[in-house]
């Protein structure tokens, strides 16, 4: 698995692919731009393919290790905590 994360474009590249498809689709539903009433029924294959692409990107997405390890550490803490407070509310 790979630990490192990923490069600061690649977060553009994923929501450019989402704002893409979701400009393209709204575009041609409500006011069709020059050319896309030519396409068609291609438009929506467009669409899907940029969701593809949003969805494949996004798979991949790699965030900060080290808020992974942050979070991690945050449960870890919170298990023990609420473990001695169960015990100690149980003894009484």
Do not use: C
């Not at 896309?36 to 965030?63: C, E, K, P």
């Amino acid at each position: 698995m790979n630990d490192k994360p990923s490069p600061p474009w690649f977060g553009a590249l994923i929501l450019g692919s989402l704002t893409t498809a979701t400009i393209w689709i709204l575009t041609y539903t409500l006011s069709p731009l020059p050319g896309q009433h030519a396409l068609g029924g291609w438009n929506y294959a467009i669409v899907g393919a940029l969701l593809s692409t949003f969805i494949a990107l996004s798979m991949r997405w790699h965030g900060d290790p080290l808020e992974k390890s942050r979070r991690e550490a945050r449960s870890a803490r919170a298990e023990r905590s609420g473990a001695g407070n169960s015990t100690a509310g149980s003894a009484g």
